[in-house]
């Protein structure tokens, strides 16, 4: 079974752009979650998808949005880019088992705002 | 009270040693606790979870335990290993939320 699948793996673009990131979850999963991470503020959570509606939200700006496909396939897009959103983003694919909720994370698209 | 806190930071042990990990949380309604570690260059990978009605979970050389009164779990990894070098997440997560909070990691060096 195919793991999760983040595109591209990494980015440099520059402050006042914006981005697009990709994430293929694991075959039959419906939701899928996306996190920032960065050295100082560790791993946060953004938002949440199933079934393409956002069901959860973090506490970021409104620059960054999502969205999910029916094939549930997600992106993420970041507007008006800062250097502080400098950061590897990480999209979980989560699935509901008799232990609870499992995510499994890609390995991520680490980035760069010059 | 949606935080999770995690200690040490960092964390050095010899190679066969105990490495323990601590985790606290303040949010009773979090009924999920699993561990992720985490590899240079890598996403978080799922280690070991347990839910708050068991004490304690053990698969292969990790186990978890967790004290419901306290509001604690821990991590514990027996005879580590180099190979076990790694950043080291706590997480929990609130059953139906698909939302994790995340401890703030434990980078864990096992010296050879």
């Known amino acids: 079974k195919a793991g999760v699948t983040q595109t591209p793996r990494y980015l440099i673009k520059t402050r006042g752009q914006q981005v697009t990131l990709s994430c293929s979850p694991i075959?039959?999963?419906?939701?899928v979650s996306w996190y920032q991470q960065t050295p100082g503020q560790g791993l946060q959570f953004l938002f949440e998808?199933?079934?393409?509606?956002?069901?959860n939200k973090g506490n970021f700006p409104g620059r960054f949005s999502g969205r999910q496909f029916s094939n549930s396939r997600s992106e993420m897009n970041v507007s008006t880019l800062e250097l502080g959103d400098s950061a590897l983003y990480l999209c979980?694919?989560?699935?509901?088992?008799?232990?609870?909720?499992?995510?499994?994370f890609g390995q991520g698209t680490r980035l760069t705002v010059v | 009270q949606q935080q999770v806190k995690q200690s040490p930071q960092s964390l050095i042990v010899q190679k066969g040693g105990i490495s323990i990990i601590n985790c606290a949380y303040e949010n009773t309604a979090f009924d999920y606790f699993p561990w992720y570690q985490q590899f240079p260059g890598k996403g978080p990978a799922l280690l070991i979870a347990?839910?708050?009605?068991?004490s304690e979970k053990k698969e292969g050389r990790f186990t978890i335990s967790f004290n419901k009164s306290a509001k604690q779990f821990s991590l514990h990894i027996m005879d580590s290993q180099p190979g076990d070098s790694a950043t080291y997440f706590c997480?929990?997560?609130?059953?139906?939320?698909?939302?994790?909070?995340f401890g703030t990691g434990t980078r864990l060096k096992v010296l050879a």
């Open positions: 998808y199933f079934s393409e509606t956002q069901r």
């Open positions: 075959s039959g999963h419906r939701s």
């Open positions: 347990i839910r708050p009605d068991v």
């Open positions: 997480a929990a997560s609130q059953s139906g939320t698909y939302k994790y909070i």
């Open positions: 979980a694919s989560t699935s509901v088992t008799g232990a609870g909720t499992e995510a499994f």
